[in-house]
């Protein structure tokens, strides 16, 4: 229902907007393996796989505004050919460590139905998302948080599929990518990102815990890039990422270049 004052501040949001995040950037969740007891440890023995199959694996545990931490030990048995553009699963053959691993634990992957059904293999991920993307840069964010947690990944790690991420591969602007996704953690990690959310969107849970999904960050709004305001968020979130731990100071001024960039 519409409120005075509410209302007016979303007029003035979408009258200086440039785009939003679903204009320029593909969202997706992380990978759901359907048996992740089997896939996700943090300790791996020698024995139990070819360590080229098993690779660092971000959760929503790991993520911070602006960095990852890197402090992460999960590990996924990934069983993909990571230079491949499609889903292309490994040859078993090839890797007899990982084929006596999975064998063991064959009973509780064949009982995803579904997954076989839709002519799949009975060992592979129900939503591994596309292989050769892991290894390029990407914005990722938890599912669940009572705030934003934005942040730039360059390590390759998979995501799980208790987040989201974007990666800078596929933003559709005629920008530098890495500058892009600065300007989209600025906002997103801001304090007007925040009551944009909630104004809009509003999912929340237990807690005060909101739900960062693709079909609200979508709408989150991006001011014009070019613009002073613009330029200099992106100045101050590419100094937060190499040094996170300004970001309780930097705070302030970031939510006040956002506030000019939107012209509040």
């Known amino acids: 229902m519409a409120r005075v004052g509410h209302d007016d501040w979303l007029d003035a949001v979408s009258a200086r907007m440039w785009r939003t995040f679903g ?3 593909r969202i997706r969740v992380g990978i759901k393996t359907n048996a992740d007891r089997v896939f996700i440890a943090e300790h791996w023995g020698d024995p139990d796989t070819e360590p080229e199959l098993l690779c660092d694996l971000i959760t929503h545990h790991d993520l911070r505004p602006w960095r990852v931490e890197g402090s992460r030990r999960a590990r996924v048995l990934y069983p993909y050919d990571l230079d491949h553009p499609r889903r292309i699963p490994v040859d ?11 064998e063991q634990h064959r009973e509780v992957l064949s009982a995803r139905g579904y997954l076989t059904e839709a002519g799949r293999k009975w060992f ?19 599912d669940i948080s009572d705030r934003p947690r934005f942040a730039l990944d360059r390590s390759g790690a998979v995501v799980n599929g208790d987040c989201y991420w974007i990666s800078l591969s596929e933003l559709d602007a005629d920008l530098p990518a890495e500058e892009l996704a600065c300007l ?25 815990r909101r739900r960062w999904i693709t079909q609200y960050v979508s709408r989150l709004p991006l001011p014009d890039p070019a613009g002073a305001p613009g330029v200099a968020i992106v100045g101050l979130v590419r100094e937060l990422v190499q040094e996170p731990e300004l970001a309780p100071a930097a ?14």
């Open 23 to 25: 204009d320029l950037a």
């Open 124 to 142: 592979e991920h129900w939503v591994p998302q596309r292989p050769h993307m892991w290894r390029t840069p990407k914005v990722v964010f938890p």
């Open 92 to 102: 078993l053959a090839r890797y007899p460590r990982t084929a006596a691993y999975l």
């Open 184 to 208: 989209m953690m600025g906002i997103a990690n801001s304090a007007l990102g925040v009551r944009f959310y909630d104004a809009v969107c509003g999912n929340r849970l237990y807690s005060g």
């Open 251 to 264: 705070q302030p001024e970031l939510d006040d270049l956002v506030n000019r960039a939107f012209a509040l």
